[in-house]
């Protein structure tokens, strides 16, 4: 284990090389999460759909995401399509990562809109409203603040899980720390310095929630 004044030093003299790929992570985080969001509520659409070929779908895409390791994800967008045309690691990375977790959010987004009330939706058709309509204005309100507690977990799973961008050379946190402990034979000190990092974005990740849920909550009254 480093000494305190070692682990500190070297703390300060790589923190500008830490704050870039702080802030190439959060990038990554946000785009795959708000694209995975998409992908999410589209296939929970479909999953919940009256039309049988449309659930087999969202079933057969859920099961796919579930059933691989993620690294496999990243590996076959970043190199499969690279054979057909050149992606760039940014968006190889960020799209698997919100394929992935979109399958999650689906379930998610699934489960909080079949739990409202079926009367919900009666007492929207009953006033004129479409079925879209009434879903969009009643429904996916109300199951979207059902959905924030596992959305906001989820949302911590994709931080984390970004750390496998490093298995395509793009310069998030995990890839900085580890290629800094193997130029200066340090890497438990890097390893320590990196999982700092984590736990700060975390920690902000859980208290923006938090914030967001009791803001629901107020509004709710």
């Known amino acids: 284990m480093p000494s305190f004044s070692h682990f500190f030093q070297t703390f300060i003299s790589s923190k500008e090389l830490f ?4 802030l190439l992570t959060l990038k990554l985080t946000i785009v795959s999460i708000l694209i995975g969001i998409i992908f999410g509520l589209f296939f929970a659409l479909l999953k919940i759909s009256r039309i049988k070929i449309l659930e087999y779908i969202s079933n057969a895409y859920v099961f796919l995401v579930r059933g691989t390791p993620l690294i496999v994800q990243i590996f ?32 998610i987004f699934r489960g909080s ?5 079926r009367g919900q939706m009666e007492a929207g058709r009953s006033l004129g409203m479409t079925r879209g309509t ?10 979207f ?6 959305l ?3 949302f911590i799973i994709g931080l984390k899980d970004s750390s496998l961008a490093a298995f395509i050379s793009m310069n998030e946190l995990f890839n900085v720390a580890t290629t800094l402990g193997s130029n200066h034979f ?12 984590y736990l700060v974005l975390v920690a902000l990740l859980t208290l923006i929630v938090s914030l ?7 509004s709710d009254r």
Do not use: C
């Not at 704050?19 to 702080?22: G, L, M, P, Q, W």
């Not at 009434?134 to 199951?143: N, V």
């Open 76 to 107: 076959v967008l970043y190199f499969g399509f690279s054979g057909i045309f050149l992606i760039p690691d940014f968006w190889a990375a960020a799209l698997a990562l919100a394929f992935h977790n979109g399958a999650y959010i689906a379930e």
């Open 145 to 150: 603040r059902r959905a924030l507690p596992p």
């Open 186 to 197: 340090d890497e438990m000190t890097y390893l320590l310095i990196v999982a700092i990092y």
């Open 19 to 22: 704050f870039d790929a702080t």
């Open 152 to 154: 906001g977990n989820q």
């Open 212 to 218: 967001l849920e009791k803001k629901l909550a107020i």
């Open 113 to 117: 809109i079949q739990s409202v009330d």
């Open 134 to 143: 009434a879903m969009r204005r009643i429904i996916l309100p109300q199951a």
